[in-house]
């Protein structure tokens, strides 16, 4: 279960093995109307969907969606 909840709609583009969201609307504020680019893959019935990593005090953290058809 995650700790914390972020969500965002808006539209999107996809290029080679990367997804480009165009947040309008987010539970994050500083996501709104800025690129948020997320590699993505399909494995099995899976979509994954992973951040570029960055550094959380003095660790390099990345974050992992992953959609499943049922």
């Not at 309008?24 to 399909?42: D, G, L």
């Not at 899976?46 to 049922?70: H, V």
Request: glycine residues 4%; proline residues 4%.
């Amino acid at each position: 279960m995650a700790d914390n909840y972020i969500g965002y709609l808006g539209r999107y583009e996809i290029i080679n093995d990367t997804i480009n969201h165009y947040p309008e609307v987010s539970s994050f504020p500083n996501f709104i109307k800025v690129k948020q680019a997320r590699k993505y893959e399909h494995k099995d019935n899976r979509l994954i969907l992973t951040s570029p990593s960055c550094l959380n005090e003095g660790k390099e953290i990345y974050f992992c969606a992953i959609w499943e058809r049922t």
